[in-house]
C-alpha cells in the first residue's frame, strides 16, 4: 500500500472516529471524575496528566496557582484571519482545528509571514494533525499555540487565571492573505464571540453548561469562585493598533471623545477589563515603546504605512527609555512595500519616541478610571507611560498592569505602590529565574506575587531547547508545582513534545516550563508565580471598588503670594481651583512663592495632586495649618519633573493647605494649572 493510500485510509477512519467520539456523555452513574471530560472525541490530543487539580484556596482563603496575563486564545481570528495558521477549537474536532493556512502548502515556500518572522528556512511541512512535524515551535511565528487540549493541559499543570487580550492589526491584515475585512474593532467582536463559543464547546465535553474547565469572567468575585473550584478563569482583554478606529494620519487624530467613549462602553459590554491603549504603531492615544532591531525597523516601515510618519526619536529626559529603533535594515520583502524613494530615516541615536499621551490618550486613561477597567502599561512610550502614571497617582488608581516585559522596569515601583501588577515575559528559565530573583525585593517589600505572559499566539518567540544534559533539563514524570497532578511528556496525534529538546513550542509546555524554572531558580521563585494569582485578582478587585475621591480644594478660597500681571488674562490664585485646566495660577518669576487653599474647616488630608503648566518648581513642600498662620510640612520634594506630581503622606487634619515652591525648574515662576486635594 503506498503511503498517499495508507493515509486515505487513515482520514477515513480517523473521520469515523470523530464522528463516534462527539457522542452523548456517558449513561449515568458513569464514574467520571470532575476534571475528566465525557465526551472528548476519540481522536485527539492527549493530556498526560494524571491526579486532581488543586481545587479551593490555601489557609488564608487566598487563590493559589498561576496566572498567564497574556496571551491570544483567538488571535488566528484577527489580521484578516490568515497570520495565525489552526484554531483553538473546532466543532469538526482536531484534523480541521489543528492545519496550515492554505498558502502554506504544499511546502511552506509561500508562507510569507512565516519564513519572515519565524525560525523556518523558507519552507516548512505544512501538515499538523497527526505528525505535526515542524510546529507549532518555539520559534514557528504564525502557527496555533492554544489548542483547547493544550490550555487544559496548562490548567492541570496549575494555572488558575488566564487573559486573553483580543488583538488585531489594520495594516498587516491590509497587506496579507485575508479572508475577511480589515476593521479592527470587527475583529476585537469576533475573537469575543469566538471565546465564548469556545466555553460552550468545553462545556459540552465536560457535560453540560457550566461544567468545562474554561470559564470567561468579568469580575474578580467570579474569577475567585472559578479558581475556588478549581476551574480556569478566562479573562477578556483588548491589545490593538487602532482601539476605536484611533488611528493618526500625518499626526491629525481620526477619531473624537465621542468614538473613545462608545468604545469603551461597547468593550465594557463584551466582557473585556483590561485594555492596551497603543500597540506597535504610534496612535491618536499614545506614543509607542518601540521595537528594536530587524523587527524594530520592520514595525517602523508599518508605522510609515499606517500613520504616514515614522517614529521619530529624542534622548530621554530621565533614565527610563524606549527601545532603540536602530538602523538593522528590515528583510527585503518588508522594505519593498515602501513607496519609491522612501526609506526608513537613519537613528538618530535617541532612545525615546518623542510622543507621549495625547489629550484624547488622556481621556481614554480617564475613561478606563470611570469604568473600573484596567489599563496596561505596556507598549506606552516613557512619555506616554509617564504621564499615565501621573493620571493613575494623581487618583490614586490601582487598575495598571505591566503583563508582558514591554514596561521599564525602573516604573516598576511606582506600579506597586499603586497596588498594580506585573507579569514577566516567558522568556528561557535561567533568564527568569533570574529577574525573578532581582525583582523579588519589592515584591516582598508590596506583598505581592508573580505572573508570566506568554504571549502564545502572539508573534513573539519562546525559550527553545536546552538540551537533554542541561543542568535545568526536566525529568519526566514530574509532579506540578501544586502537587495535584504528575504530567509526563505532551503528545498529540504523532507528536511528543519535551522541554528540553523541543523548547516551549505551544500552551500545553507551560507546566513544563515551570518546572524548568524550579531547577533554574529554586522553590522561591516557583512560588512567587504560585502567588500570582492571587496578586491578579487583588488589583482587579481594588479596581472595581474604586471611587473617585472627593476634591476637597474644588472652588476653595485660594491665595498666593503673589500673582503675574497680564493685561489679557488673570493668573489669580483661584484660576488653580476653578476645575478648568485651560486657566492657571502663576506667581512673580522668583523663588518662595506659596499657593495657599482653604478647605472651609479641618478636614482629613492625605494626599495633593498638582498639574503643572510648563513654568513648575523642581523643589517644593506640602504645608498644612489649622489656623492659616502656623504651618507644618507633610511633603516635600527638591527633585520634582513637573507634569502632574501626587504627593501621598500620612493622613492629618487641618484646614488649610498650602503648595510653598522653593526651587523654580524654569526662570518663569511657578505656574499650576490645577491644584486637588484628597483625603487619601
Known amino acids: 500500500m503506498t503511503l498517499l493510500r495508507r493515509r486515505g485510509l487513515f482520514a477515513a477512519v480517523l473521520t469515523l472516529l470523530l464522528a463516534l467520539g462527539m457522542a452523548s456523555p456517558p449513561a449515568a452513574g458513569a464514574d467520571t471524575p470532575w476534571w475528566e471530560p465525557t465526551a472528548r472525541p476519540a481522536a485527539d490530543s492527549q493530556l498526560n496528566v494524571t491526579g486532581e487539580p488543586f481545587k479551593g484556596t ?35 474536532g482536531v484534523t480541521d482545528a489543528l492545519k496550515d493556512c492554505p498558502e502554506h502548502y504544499p511546502d511552506g515556500a509561500l508562507a510569507l509571514f512565516e519564513n519572515v518572522t519565524g525560525g523556518a528556512d523558507g519552507h516548512h511541512d505544512p501538515v499538523g494533525w497527526p505528525t505535526f ?24 499543570g496549575g494555572q488558575r487565571v488566564l487573559v486573553n487580550d483580543l488583538v488585531s492589526n489594520g495594516l498587516l491584515c491590509s497587506i496579507y492573505a485575508r479572508d475577511r475585512g480589515c476593521d479592527e474593532m470587527d475583529s476585537i467582536r469576533l475573537q469575543a464571540r469566538k471565546t465564548y463559543e469556545m466555553q460552550a464547546y468545553v462545556d459540552k465535553l465536560y457535560g453540560g453548561p457550566g461544567k468545562g474547565f474554561f470559564r470567561i469572567v468579568t469580575d474578580s468575585a467570579q474569577a475567585r469562585q472559578v479558581a475556588a473550584q478549581g476551574k480556569l478563569a478566562v479573562v477578556l482583554g483588548v491589545e490593538t493598533s487602532e482601539p476605536f478606529g484611533c488611528k493618526q494620519i500625518l499626526d491629525v487624530a481620526q477619531c473624537g471623545k465621542d468614538d473613545i467613549d462608545r468604545g469603551l462602553d461597547e468593550l465594557k459590554k463584551l466582557g473585556v477589563s483590561s485594555m492596551f491603549l497603543c500597540h506597535k504603531f504610534d496612535n491618536a492615544l499614545c506614543g509607542v515603546r518601540m521595537d528594536n532591531g530587524t523587527i524594530g525597523t520592520a514595525v517602523n516601515i508599518g508605522q510609515f504605512l499606517s500613520t504616514g510618519t515614522f517614529w521619530r526619536t529624542e534622548q530621554c529626559a530621565g533614565p527610563q527609555q524606549d527601545n532603540p529603533s536602530g538602523n538593522v535594515p528590515a528583510p527585503a520583502e518588508v522594505t519593498k512595500l515602501l513607496p519609491a524613494g522612501v526609506k526608513v530615516p537613519a537613528d538618530n541615536g535617541g532612545k525615546c519616541n518623542v510622543r507621549g499621551l495625547t489629550g484624547l490618550g488622556e481621556y481614554a486613561v480617564k475613561g478606563l478610571m470611570k469604568r473600573n477597567m484596567m489599563l496596561e502599561l505596556d507598549h506606552m512610550s516613557v512619555k506616554a507611560a509617564s504621564r499615565t502614571l501621573d493620571l493613575l497617582e494623581s487618583a490614586a488608581y490601582p487598575g495598571v498592569l505591566s503583563s508582558h516585559s514591554w514596561m521599564d522596569d525602573s516604573w516598576l515601583e511606582r506600579l506597586y505602590r499603586l497596588g498594580g501588577f506585573k507579569a514577566s515575559y516567558m522568556s528561557g528559565a535561567d533568564g527568569f529565574a533570574k529577574e525573578s530573583a532581582g525583582t523579588r525585593p519589592l515584591r516582598q517589600k508590596y506583598g505581592v506575587g508573580l505572573g508570566y505572559g506568554t504571549d502564545m499566539n502572539g508573534v513573539g518567540g519562546w525559550p527553545g531547547p536546552v538540551g537533554p544534559d542541561a543542568p535545568n533539563a526536566v525529568t519526566y514524570p514530574y509532579r506540578s ?136 518648581a523642581r523643589g517644593y513642600r506640602i504645608e498644612v495649618s489649622d489656623d492659616g498662620t502656623a504651618w507644618r510640612t507633610v511633603w516635600s520634594t527638591d527633585n520634582a519633573d513637573g507634569a502632574l506630581d501626587t504627593a501621598v503622606f500620612t493622613p492629618v487634619q487641618a484646614r488649610y493647605v498650602r503648595v510653598h515652591g522653593t526651587a523654580r525648574a524654569t526662570k518663569y515662576g511657578y505656574s499650576l494649572r490645577e491644584a486637588a486635594v484628597y483625603a487619601r
Not at 135 to 154: F, G, I, K, T, V
Not at 497 to 524: C, F, K, M
Open 58 to 92: 490555601d489557609a488564608q482563603g487566598k487563590v493559589r496557582g498561576f496566572v498567564d496575563a497574556h496571551n491570544h486564545v483567538m488571535s488566528n481570528e484577527g489580521f484578516g484571519g490568515r497570520i495565525i495558521c489552526g484554531k483553538p477549537f473546532s466543532e469538526a
Open 133 to 156: 512535524k515542524d510546529w507549532p515551535a518555539h520559534d514557528s511565528l504564525s502557527h496555533q499555540q492554544n489548542y483547547y487540549a493544550w490550555l487544559e493541559r496548562a490548567w492541570r
Open 481 to 616: 508545582a501544586d502537587g495535584g497532578s504528575v504530567l509526563d511528556r505532551q503528545r498529540t496525534g504523532e507528536r511528543v513534545w519535551d522541554i528540553n529538546t523541543d523548547g516551549a513550542a505551544h500552551a500545553g509546555t507551560v507546566p513544563d516550563w515551570i518546572e524548568q524554572i524550579r531547577l533554574s531558580g529554586g522553590q522561591d521563585t516557583v512560588q512567587d508565580l504560585m502567588n500570582g494569582a492571587e496578586s491578579y485578582l487583588t488589583t482587579w478587585g481594588a479596581t472595581e471598588r474604586h471611587q473617585a475621591g472627593a476634591n476637597l480644594a474644588s472652588g476653595a478660597p485660594a491665595s498666593a503670594s503673589s500673582t503675574e500681571w497680564n493685561p489679557f488674562t488673570s493668573y489669580a490664585a483661584g484660576r488653580a481651583v476653578d476645575g478648568d485646566n485651560g486657566t492657571r495660577w502663576a506667581s512673580d518669576w522668583s523663588d518662595d512663592q506659596w499657593l495657599n487653599i482653604d478647605l472651609g474647616a479641618a478636614r482629613t488630608v492625605g494626599r495633593v495632586s498638582l498639574d503643572w503648566e510648563s513654568a513648575s
